[in-house]
T-cell receptor, first 113, second 110 residues
Framework: DADVTQTPRNRITKTGKRIMLECSQT?????MYWYRQDPGLGLRLIYY???????NKGEISDGYSVSRQAQAKFSLSLESAIPNQTALYFC????????????FGEGSWLTVV | GQNIDQPTEMTATEGAIVQINCTYQ??????LFWYQQHAGEAPTFLSY????GLEEKGRFSSFLSRSKGYSYLLLKELQMKDSASYLC???????????FGRGTSLIVHP
């Protein structure tokens, strides 16, 4: 089983709909991140969290919100999806106490039509 | 802000050696990562350098020069399965939030 699990793995949604991407980890890491990946643009940081209820904006937070109600879970919401939010989304985790390596989930493909 | 540069695409022959460069300009420095990413899959960790020098791990080696803001990933004895995107990421000082370059797409041909 994957240590960092994202759901859904694929989703097609309509413009204006609310969509939530969930991330769950079994690694016990304190830090969690949401990135989006677009062709030619690499991975860009949306939001990050250092611990439960700690929320910080990343490079491209507009149009997104997040929630960290438990250490193991970090959810990303698009309140009103738009087509240019079509991308591959990755959740990632890191343990600040024992190293700098970041571990990624399998990714969630989101298409907004 | 952070600026990370790496070539967009490289090609190489199976069995050869390839070097993928990464240059960076950041506010402070807490380490540099290399990740491998196959199309549509999650990035997987290859290496982490925080001190100057070469770190060797099997067919893959990573080099860092902090004074030059420069790193490279060296892949030896290339295999077809090494065809992937290679991501350079830098952890700037203070924040410990990694910033990724745009990635280098490596194509290995027979």
């Amino acid at each position: 089983d994957a240590d960092v699990t994202q759901t859904p793995r694929n989703r097609i949604t309509k413009t204006g709909k609310r969509i939530m991407l969930e991330c769950s980890q079994t690694k016990g890491h304190d830090r969690m991140y949401w990135y989006r990946q677009d062709p030619g643009l690499g991975l860009r940081l949306i939001y990050y969290s250092f611990d439960v209820k700690d929320i910080n904006k990343g490079e491209i937070s507009d149009g997104y919100s997040v929630s960290r109600q438990a250490q193991a879970k970090f959810s990303l919401s698009l309140e009103s999806a738009i087509p240019n939010q079509t991308a591959l989304y990755f959740c990632a985790t890191r343990d600040s106490r024992s190293g700098n390596t970041i571990y990624f989930g399998e990714g969630s493909w989101l298409t907004v039509v | 802000g952070q600026n990370i540069d790496q070539p967009t695409e490289m090609t190489a022959t199976e069995g050869a050696i390839v070097q993928i460069n990464c240059t960076y300009q950041t506010s402070g420095f807490n380490g540099l990562f290399w990740y491998q990413q196959h199309a549509g899959e999650a990035p997987t960790f290859l290496s982490y350098n925080v001190l100057d020098g070469l770190e060797e791990k099997g067919r893959f080696s990573s080099f860092l020069s902090r004074s030059k803001g420069y790193s490279y990933l060296l892949l030896k004895e290339l295999q077809m399965k090494d065809s992937a995107s290679y991501l350079c990421a830098v952890m700037p000082g203070g924040s410990y939030i990694p910033t990724f370059g745009r990635g280098t797409s490596l194509i290995v041909h027979p």
